[in-house]
Nanobody, 125 residues
Framework: VQLQASGGGLVQPGGSLRLSCTSSGSGHPLTYYAAAWFRQAPGKEREWVSCITEKDTITRYVEHVKGRFTISRTNNNLVYLQMESLQPEDSAVYYC??????????????????WGQGTLVTVSS
C-alpha cells in the first residue's frame, strides 16, 4: 500500500488548510484501514496528531489540536485533515499513515506500517 499526502502550503496565522491522503498500488485501498496523521517540525520528534478508525469513524486527537483540526474519511479512498485557526507552532511536515484498525486507532507511529511521503505546512505571516 502506497500513501500519498497532499494539501500542504504556506498559510497565515489564523488560516486554514485541508490535507488529503489517498492510497495506490497493490493491497487494500485506504478505506480498509485505520488512518492517522503525524507531524514533524524541524529539530523535533514526530508527533501524533489525529487518527480515525476504519469503521464507525471513531476519531482521536492530540489535546492541543482539539477543536481546531478535524479528521474525516470518505468511501472513495480519501482521508482528510481539516486544519483551522492555524498557528506558527503547527508548522511541520505532515505525514499520513495507515494500518488495520476496525474500531480503534493508535497514537503510536510504530503501529502503522504504511506511510505517505509527507506534505509541508508552514504557518507564517
Amino acid at each position: 500500500v502506497q500513501l500519498q499526502a497532499s494539501g500542504g502550503g504556506l498559510v497565515q496565522p489564523g488560516g486554514s488548510l485541508r490535507l488529503s491522503c489517498t492510497s495506490s498500488g497493490s493491497g487494500h485501498p485506504l478505506t480498509y484501514y485505520a488512518a492517522a496523521w503525524f507531524r514533524q517540525a524541524p529539530g523535533k520528534e514526530r508527533e501524533w496528531v489525529s487518527c480515525i478508525t476504519e469503521k464507525d469513524t471513531i476519531t482521536r486527537y492530540v489535546e492541543h489540536v482539539k477543536g481546531r483540526f478535524t479528521i474525516s474519511r470518505t468511501n472513495n479512498n480519501l482521508v482528510y485533515l481539516q486544519m483551522e485557526s492555524l498557528q506558527p507552532e503547527d508548522s511541520a511536515v505532515y505525514y499520513c499513515a495507515a494500518d488495520y484498525g476496525e474500531y480503534s486507532c493508535s497514537n503510536r507511529a510504530t503501529d502503522y506500517r504504511y506511510w505517505g511521503q509527507g506534505t509541508l505546512v508552514t504557518v507564517s505571516s
